[in-house]
């Protein structure tokens, strides 16, 4: 029996070779709306503060005279120096108060906490997030107040009141509130990872509990423990509203100068171009940072 003769449907059709034009045409087509809405209003943008920072003195409504590098020169000054080493010094206690107090509270819901509450746990725990970060620093400026809800409970207790309000320590917490639950999602997603074969190896080999912690839980968790530090750490050095309502004119920190430059009564806008380029530089190290030691996957989660 013999076979029958192929049609031309049964006969598969090869492809045309797409030409070198083509190939280049769709992938842009596919770029080109996000990448005019990022050339519109963040290359173009980022592109006329660095062409600012090279003008000494520009003020509104005034001719650019001669680029320099006058501004960048001012920042070496000790006055400027200080504000800057005071945003980093905000930023690196918020980033450790985020971590000493994320990790247990990560560490119980990922692998203590019934997995049937997990989710729920999360949620109670980010609640706070969904409310402006302007509320929430009102909020805690009414508990820190002499007359706020912490000095009363301590009076009802006895105990004297504090200065809390218009501190460093307002600051810390107030930055530590806000940017907490990044540093618990963070490392909740590192940790429900963490495999526990090697945990229940080592204790039956017997490790204790702080040895199997810092040797196994620890190492294996060190990538999310970097983006967290690394991410909380990045929103927290160029944060504005925290150290301005809590932290009142002692605690100029580097967002509130550059605002001073542009809308406050300063108005140097070339001084403060200077500052967001070099805010934007460190910002965009620490990215660079995130991207190569931190855990992608737990950051991405978040």
Do not use: H
Request: charged share 10%; aromatic share 10%.
């Amino acid at each position: 029996m013999t076979n029958p003769a192929p049609t031309s449907e049964s006969i598969p059709r090869r492809r045309r070779p797409v030409g070198w034009l083509p190939r280049l045409l769709r992938p842009l087509g596919y770029l080109g709306p996000a990448g005019a809405w990022l050339l519109l209003l963040l290359v173009i943008p980022t592109l006329l503060i660095l062409e600012i920072s090279f003008v000494p003195g520009l003020r509104p409504g005034e001719p650019a005279e001669a680029y320099g590098l006058g501004n960048y020169l001012q920042i070496l000054q000790p006055v400027y120096l200080t504000v800057i080493g005071r945003s980093l010094f905000f930023a690196t206690g918020a980033t450790l108060c985020c971590l000493l107090l994320g990790f247990p509270v990560a560490y119980w819901i990922a692998l203590m906490a019934p997995r049937k509450w997990r989710n729920l746990l999360l949620v109670a725990f980010v609640l706070p997030l969904w409310t402006s970060s302007l509320l929430r620093a009102y909020a805690w400026t009414s508990i820190l107040r002499p007359t706020g809800l912490l000095n009363m409970a301590l009076s009802s207790l006895g105990l004297p009141t504090q200065a809390w309000l218009n501190t460093t320590t307002a600051v810390f917490i107030g930055l530590t509130y806000s940017f907490l639950p990044y540093m618990v999602l963070i490392l909740y997603a590192s940790l429900e990872k963490l495999d526990q074969r090697l945990l229940e190896a080592a204790l039956d080999l017997g490790a204790s509990p702080a040895q199997t912690f810092v040797k196994i839980t620890i190492p294996q968790t060190l990538p999310g423990i970097a983006a967290g530090c690394l991410l909380v750490f990045i929103t927290s050095v160029g944060d504005f509203v925290v150290p301005t309502l809590l932290g009142g004119a002692s605690s100029m920190n580097i967002a509130r100068l550059i605002y001073n430059q542009f809308l406050g009564p300063t108005r140097n806008w070339g001084f403060g171009s200077a500052l967001s380029v070099v805010l934007i530089l460190a910002v965009s190290l620490a990215i660079s940072l995130l991207l190569k030691y931190g855990d992608r996957d737990s950051v991405s989660e978040t």
